[in-house]
């Protein structure tokens, strides 16, 4: 099989312009930790790859601070999707930025690929790395205040509020967990949640019921998120009485789950019932042979930086093997 070996790539140090008029042997749709470490891992097999997506980073660019990187005691969401985009211009990868993927299709063995511009290119094998979003509430300040206050991932931002008071939206096993795991850290935690009743799993809600920081407000809608700065308080309103009332909050985190963003190949390969894409542990393989997903698109369980960059290298290693293999 003829890999497009690309010699002297280090010393370029740049990325190149995609082309029509290739076929490359491995694309990777997205732009965040997973999709930049697929492609890097790619690249440094000597594959030829294309890379489509918004910006570097995805998800990593709203969030504030990070200190759960191995190897890098502490660093914000900006810098480290900077030393993303400085490590993959280390390599040739045509990246196609500020654009979206908007169909595949198969074609033999090959995929095509459309873009939002309309313009068609060819790839043996794909990887899709289009990540998750937090589900929002929709509420006034909660875009504002998002990195500011405003958090959709305790494990991920929880240690920044070690000491003060916290609420968490959500009463589902996202939301208890995440009130259970920042009452060990935070100095009280408030839990609002919008039906009459938890929805988390009992043995959850037993261990919450255990720790003395934690109130649980139930039937209870997040109407508004006040803050100058960072966010300052959230407003709520009781649904039984329509009683309006506001909670000082240093922050807060919204959890009430993740939609993968997999739409792009919803009627392509197997999702799961939350959408999704079903990957087999060994390869990161879709149900469609040469194509492969990576992070948090995914099933893979745990949803963090660090395991979606392991997941993006195993999905790059599993195309590897696919091409010399199959193709």
């Known amino acids: 099989m003829d890999f497009s070996l690309n010699l002297g790539v280090l010393d370029e ?19 965040g930790p997973a999709a930049v470490s697929a492609a890097i891992y790619s690249a440094r097999k000597g594959l030829s790859v294309a890379m489509v997506g918004l910006k570097v980073g995805g998800q990593v660019l709203d969030t504030d601070g990070i200190e759960n990187i ?36 198969e074609d033999g ?100 019921a255990e720790r003395e920081n934690v109130k649980v407000i139930l039937n209870s809608a997040t109407k508004e998120v006040v803050g100058k700065e960072f966010a300052e308080s959230l407003k709520y309103v009781d649904r039984a009485t329509n009683e309006e009332h506001e909670l000082k909050i240093n922050g807060m985190f919204i959890e009430i789950g993740l939609s993968p963003r997999s739409e792009l190949v919803k009627d392509l390969v197997k999702l799961n019932k939350v959408g999704e894409i079903e990957i087999d542990n060994e390869n990161n393989m879709t149900s469609v042979k040469g194509i492969f997903a990576a992070g948090d698109v995914t099933t893979v369980k745990q949803k963090q930086i660090i395991i979606a960059m392991g997941e993006g290298a195993k999905a790059a290693l599993g195309a590897f093997e696919y091409l010399i293999k199959e193709y």
Do not use: W
């Not at 480290?80 to 979206?100: C, M, N, P, R, T």
């Open 109 to 208: 063995k090959d995929k095509i690929f459309v873009t939002d511009d309309g313009k068609s290119y060819r790839t043996k094998a794909i990887i899709i790395a289009t990540g998750a979003k937090p589900r929002g509430l929709n509420i006034p300040g909660e875009k504002e205040y998002t990195g500011k206050g405003v958090h959709y991932c305790s494990t991920c931002d929880g240690p920044f509020y070690k000491g003060l008071d916290v609420a968490v939206i959500g009463g589902g096993n996202s939301g208890v967990e995440a009130a259970i795991d920042m009452s060990g850290i935070a100095k009280s935690v408030t839990l609002i949640e919008f039906m009459p009743e938890m929805k988390a799993d009992k043995v959850l809600q037993d261990k919450l």
């Open 70 to 105: 191995i190897g890098t005691t502490s660093t914000t969401g900006a810098k480290f999707a900077e030393s993303l985009h400085k490590h993959l211009k280390e390599y040739e990868v045509a990246f196609k930025e500020g654009h979206l993927v908007t169909e595949i299709k």
């Open 13 to 31: 140090g740049k990325l190149v312009k995609i082309d029509e008029n290739k076929l490359y042997d491995v694309t990777v749709i997205g732009a």
